[in-house]
């Protein structure tokens, strides 16, 4: 979950909002990757999740980082809840799940390193103090009543909304995780096809990436829980967006549809005001009742852009936000699995051929289907697992092209973090296939064993 953003002085035009999306263009050969992912903490004896504070804590996973590892503190209220360094933030969601957004870097072999060397971290504190984490997208087996909340003014505000909202949001805030790559574009056109292909596609990294099977014990009837919950939280701020493959689409359009979106808080000197379903287009003619008379600063545009949570999504960049979190090596699939097909022109053209055939209707059916079923699903004739294995060789194509060495220039390009989605497409199963079989199977219908195998 995002902190709060740094966008901007005073908004004085309404064409400001699109520009403001429009800023974060950039030239190829400034094309980054930042790779997101988040894990779940728990205590190594009990199997239950981290409490903020204590000696066995996720605070004291914080404060360890910091102190052996060089992070610097992020505070609110007087209480630590994050840390930066490096252009990277390590920041934490409402149930105490640990995030890494991992810094701006040129190519999948540097974002995997921080990967590597963040896991190493955190496993190194979490030892000191009987912690553990593991890496799955929906909470194995604890209850909403069991789950801590973090000191986060706007986690507050958030837990009480989503109760008015929806059905599953509060499922989200605190018994989910994810994986996510953040990418550049270099035009309005390049942001057009790049997000209409990462909406259409979505549903193959949901299915590809499917790690949450299980949900308060027991199987949940999905291969992606997590990817069942969105679709029951706040439909003004979540879907597959159908405008978007309308004519005409871009940056303005973009801004149009955040306005209106409600809005969530303002954030005032360390604190978030609360404007839960308030208007942001009230608050540009300085008509908000959170904050009468005043106007809002591109400070605040940014930190509502983040409020908003469509399968894909842009700020000054581009989100892919369709996966579930899961194991180590499927960290580093996930950024390989976009950058093959949006960085490379000939892979992205192919990409959206694949789908832009495909109705509103087809997207959001293969949206479900993927939830439900993974690699088996099927949509109109559509097969995933033959998309699938497709998509992943347009990927694939994309990364060669490419062509970034790493080790030194012994490894000639990208292409092995597509690895363990290529056995998958060989095999048909996904993380919540073999999780499923070893339930049914080895672990006698018991979900606990998953921590002993699967924690990193």
């Not at 490419?402 to 497409?425: C, M, Q, W, Y």
Request: charged share 25%; hydrophobic share 40%.
């Amino acid at each position: 979950m995002s902190i709060p953003q740094s966008g901007g002085g005073p908004i004085e035009r309404d064409a400001q909002l699109a520009e403001f999306l429009a800023s974060g263009c950039k030239p190829k050969d400034q094309w980054r990757i930042g790779t997101e992912h988040e894990k779940f903490g728990y205590c190594k004896d009990s199997l239950m999740p981290l409490p903020y504070d204590g000696p066995r804590s996720i605070k004291a996973m914080l404060e360890g980082l910091r102190d052996s590892f060089g992070w610097s503190a992020v505070e609110e209220a007087g209480k630590i809840i994050g840390l930066e360094k490096d252009g990277a933030n390590v920041s934490l969601e409402p149930g105490g799940q640990l995030e890494l957004s991992g810094a701006p870097l040129e190519t999948i072999h540097e974002t995997c390193d921080e990967v590597n060397t963040h896991l190493r971290e955190v496993q190194t504190v979490a030892d000191g103090i009987g912690a553990r984490f593991i890496g799955l997208g929906a909470a194995p087996h604890w209850t909403h009543e069991q789950m801590p909340m973090m000191p986060k003014g706007r986690y507050k505000l958030m837990t009480d909304y989503m109760g008015r909202v929806g059905t599953h949001g509060t499922q989200m805030m605190y018994r989910t995780c994810t994986v996510q790559v953040n990418l550049d574009f270099g035009s309005e056109a390049d942001m057009v096809q790049k997000l209409r292909v990462a909406l259409a596609l979505q549903p193959v990294a949901t299915a590809l990436f499917a790690n949450s099977p299980f949900f308060e014990g027991k199987p949940n009837g999905h291969k992606s829980w997590r990817s069942r919950i969105w679709r029951d939280l706040d439909a003004d701020r979540t879907g597959t967006l159908p405008f978007v493959f309308e004519d005409g689409f871009g940056f303005e359009a973009w801004a149009d549809y955040a306005l209106d979106v409600p809005m969530y808080f303002v954030y005032r000197n360390g604190t978030y005001i609360d404007a839960l379903g308030q208007s942001f287009r009230d608050f540009l003619k300085g008509e908000l009742p959170a904050l009468p008379g005043e106007k809002p600063t591109l400070s605040d545009w940014a930190d509502h852009l983040t409020t908003i949570f469509p399968e894909a999504r842009i700020k000054k960049y581009l989100e892919m936000r369709g996966a579930d979190g899961g194991p180590w090596r499927r960290l580093c699939a996930l950024p390989a699995l976009w950058v093959g097909l949006c960085y490379d022109q000939s892979a992205l053209d192919a990409a959206w051929d694949l789908a832009k055939g495909w109705t509103a209707e087809t997207r959001e059916a293969l949206r479900v289907a993927a939830s439900v079923d993974g690699l088996q699903a099927q949509v109109e004739g559509v097969r995933m697992h033959d998309l699938a294995k497709e998509v992943v060789t347009i990927a694939e194509a994309g990364l060669k092209a490419r062509g970034k060495p790493g080790a030194g220039g012994l490894v000639p390009d990208e292409t092995h973090f597509l690895n363990a989605l290529k056995e998958s497409i060989e095999t048909g199963h996904v993380p919540a296939d073999e999780l499923l079989a070893k339930y049914h199977g080895n672990w006698g219908e018991d979900v606990r064993p998953v921590f002993a195998e699967y924690s990193y």
